[in-house]
């Protein structure tokens, strides 16, 4: 299994909602990425898990929340969000995390109303 | 301030020919970058990656060249194919790997 999975595929949410965003990786990787790509934008990281412990976080806004409840999962929950946080979250995984190439899921396009 | 730059937006190749895909960078750390491939609505898929001890990684019909005094890298793509139009990423990490800073891209048209 050398994929990295993402749920949903699509999220409509109003500024009120509550919602996580699932990301499961199977290749035994101990390093895990949320990034957040705009249309014609490159992506942009928000956090980075290490061995399961909150490694990076890139100044992103507490409306957005990371979890990481095992090496295998990550979750991102949202909260009280913004029309201009509608973009394509991506998930990422890589063996250890240092100098090592990302696997990516397909990503969840959110949009924000 | 891009770290990582792309200076052209798009590329338009024939068929059969090759393609060169350029990427700068400003940040004398990077020392390891990655070429990404990505289509609409998907995740970036992983093409070729080049470490700052080498100069020069093959793997098939893609070659990266890396040039540390200039801070440049390329993507060559030969010979180029009709599937390979997508948008390229390049991306660099410093020495922590961790956190890899992508450039803005280059969508690739190959033309039959």
């Known amino acids: 299994d050398t994929e990295v999975t993402q749920t949903p595929k699509h999220l409509v949410m109003g500024m009120t909602n509550k919602k996580s965003l699932k990301c499961e990786q199977h290749?035994?990787?101990?390093?895990m990425y949320w990034y957040k790509q705009k249309a014609k934008k490159p992506p942009e990281l928000m956090f980075v898990?290490?061995?399961?412990?909150?490694?990076i976080n890139e100044s992103v806004p507490s409306r957005f929340s990371p979890e990481c409840p095992n090496s295998s999962l990550l979750n991102l929950h949202l909260h009280a969000l913004q029309p201009e946080d509608s973009a394509l979250y991506l998930c990422?995984?890589?063996?250890?995390?240092?100098?090592?190439?990302?696997?990516f899921g397909s990503g969840t396009q959110l949009s924000v109303l | 301030d891009q770290q990582v730059k792309q200076n052209s937006p798009s590329l338009s190749v024939q068929e059969g020919r090759i393609s060169i895909l350029n990427c700068d960078y400003t940040?004398?750390?990077?020392?390891?970058f990655l070429w990404y491939k990505k289509y609409p609505a998907e995740g970036p898929t992983f093409l070729i990656s080049?470490?700052?001890?080498?100069d020069k990684n093959e793997d098939g019909r893609f070659t990266v060249f890396l040039n540390k005094s200039a801070k440049h890298l390329s993507l060559h793509i030969v010979p180029s194919q009709p599937g390979d139009s997508a948008v390229y990423f390049c991306?660099?990490?410093?020495?922590?790997?961790?956190?890899?800073?992508f450039g803005p891209g280059t969508r690739l048209s190959v033309l039959p």
């Open positions: 991306a660099a990490s410093d020495n922590y790997g961790q956190n890899f800073v």
């Open positions: 898990y290490s061995y399961e412990k909150l490694s």
């Open positions: 990422a995984s890589s063996p250890t995390g240092y100098n090592e190439k990302l696997f």
């Open positions: 290749m035994g990787h101990r390093a």
């Open positions: 080049i470490s700052s001890i080498k």
């Open positions: 940040n004398s750390m990077f020392d390891y």
